[in-house]
């Protein structure tokens, strides 16, 4: 056999169909396999990498890593579900594979991983990731829900939407929401948070943000600069009992802080002692406090 | 001190009056603290603001005097020039294009005020 072969390759044209042999594995090696090989490393490093961000997560909550359940990767998949996605033929063989690869903890979808990937490989994982621009200089990202501030001080458990055209009302629940959160991620549009003097950022509307921290999630907001005009779209939404039309995101949110004036965590009024928002949780009510 | 706008319409000569119903409410408003609703003239320029929020930016084709907006689904409460009480959304617009003969509404301030105080409109 190795006689034949020898004797095969040593032909007058051997030298030049082996050549040619050879180039056509190698063209056939960069076309197909190197892909796939790519997509190995891709896939590995991936899961690699959302381990540690899953255990940083866990940390961050306080909460024993549970490996055992095949969701465990979830919060990282929420995280980078809504960001954008830069097509390339490159990365679409490398998601296919992934998305086969990944499939039974993926809920958020193809472009989840796509782009988790992507985020993963900037390093960016772990902290705030840039996903677009908002309206204005707005920026729209993914952020920890533990680093953003509250503006008020409680947070209705029943939610009540009703329909000005039809006069059907729809009722739903704060647990809801969270259920939701924990099954879905977040959901819909970013909510309006503002960069206040001191640096932090503190949410106007908070229901979804305390929400948000009980599913575990990061929440998709859109951060505002302290000193930044508001739409008056916006700006007709914010407005308080007795306060004039802010003119500016922090006029919205030192608005919305300053008439919380009932007591809050260990008895402090809120409006008083949080001036810039206040990390602690809001309490849960059913009715809005006198 | 915030000037007190809760009866503004009636500098606009579009003839429109308040109802009685309304002009005995405004002596007590603090019936309502305990909602989520309160009246837009308590808030200096707000009333202007809704006013034309919902009569020229969504183009009301019925004249509406916004009186009081809920925070819990930025909702305003409106006056038609017969004192019925309809709802208008802050954040999208229900109003351009607006079926009035069957569009919801209530048939008078008492009958809005009840179903507030309620908790059934929030």
Redesign the interface.
Known sequence: MFAQETEYWERPNGAAERKAFIDLMDKIDSKVFAPIRATKDSVTGYFERSNTTYMKHCERLGIQPDYTKPLFAAPMLAKVAMSPIPDTLGETVAVTALTAATKPVLFAGKQAIKTGAKLFTKGEAAGAAVVARGGGNAIIKQVNSIEIRFSQSTV?AT?????????N?FIYTFDEIVNSMKTNGWQGEPINVVKMPDGSLTAIYNTRLLAARKAGIDAKVKIHDYDAAIP?AD???Y???????PKTWGEAISTRISVQHDKYFQDRIFAEKFPNGSSYDPKLIS???? | M?ENELLAAQSLNVGFNYPKEYLEFIKKPEII????W??IG?????FK??YE?TNYEQKSTKLLIPFA?T?????LACFDKEHRV??????KN?VTN?DWDN??HFKNFNSWLEEVLS????
């Open positions: 209705s939610k009540v939407r009703y329909d000005d055209i039809t006069g009302k008056k700006a007709r939404n407005t308080a009992e007795g306060k004039l039309e009715r809005r406090p006198k | 915030i603290a305990d909602t989520s309160w009246l308590t808030t200096k320029g707000f603001t809704c929020v907006k925070d819990q689904s930025n909702m309809y709802l208008v959304s802050c954040e229900t607006a569009r919801f908790g059934a409109v929030c």
